[in-house]
Antibody, heavy 120, light 110 residues
């Protein structure tokens, strides 16, 4: 059974960089059948797609976040990571990592989510 | 890329049927049969219930069904049960590897 687990600081200061890692177990981040992606959910609001990575190097980002986002994979650790620069209070959200099927474009496995608060 | 439009809330009594709509544009919902739906209970991660407009993953009851017409996708839940009370989110492929979600719909079972 595939499992994903987010990890990283729960509190980030404004203007700094948010960094999260997703550890995958029961499957491989080097699989060419899936993207590995990030989705966030501000408190009380809907889901927002942040971006994803395919085949360890092809990245796809939300146009609204593209200038601040980087997603990369470490296949040796079976992990993928998110970096979001110049954060503001608007970036406060629960951040989920998830597996997305290549070609069918749905998320079938999700992490439990981690709350990141941007505050000084 | 703008978020897909969903009704904020919908309600129904046990045993009834409800439909949640998800309206996009000709660049996303209208162009691809790649709409998925997720059920989310409070404090939990979303769970896939429909993919590719109308397909159900193994283990999802056939009370859940999906459809699409033009730029609007729909999720229908028949024979409502108390445990169906949750938030429901639609998602569509929008080309060039990009995905877009709806704002979510809160379902209340009366």
């Amino acid at each position: 059974q595939l499992q994903l687990q987010e990890s990283g600081p729960g509190l980030v200061k404004p203007s700094e960089t948010l960094s999260l890692t997703c550890t995958v177990s029961g499957g491989s981040t080097s699989s060419r059948s899936f993207y590995w992606g990030w989705i966030r959910q501000p408190p009380g609001k809907g889901l927002e797609w942040i971006g994803g990575i395919f085949d360890s190097e092809s990245t796809y980002y939300s146009p609204s976040l593209k200038s601040r986002v980087t997603i990369f994979v470490d296949t040796s650790k079976n992990q993928f990571s998110l970096k979001l620069t110049s954060v503001t209070a608007a970036d406060t959200a629960v951040y989920y990592c998830a597996r997305r099927h290549y070609g069918a474009d749905y998320f079938d496995y999700w992490g439990q989510g981690t709350l990141v608060t941007v505050s000084s | 890329q703008s978020a897909l439009t969903q009704t904020a809330s919908v309600s129904g009594s046990p045993g009834q049927s409800i439909t949640i709509s998800c309206t996009g544009t000709s660049s996303d919902v209208g162009s691809y049969y790649l709409v998925s739906w997720y059920q989310q209970h409070p404090g939990k991660a979303p769970k896939l219930i429909i993919y590719e407009v109308s397909k159900r993953p193994s283990g999802v009851p056939d009370r859940f069904s999906g459809s699409k017409s033009g730029n609007t996708a729909a999720l229908t839940i028949s024979g409502l049960q108390a445990e169906d009370e949750a938030d429901y989110h639609c998602c569509s492929y929008a080309g060039s590897g990009i995905l877009v979600f709806g704002g979510g719909t809160k379902l209340t079972v009366l």
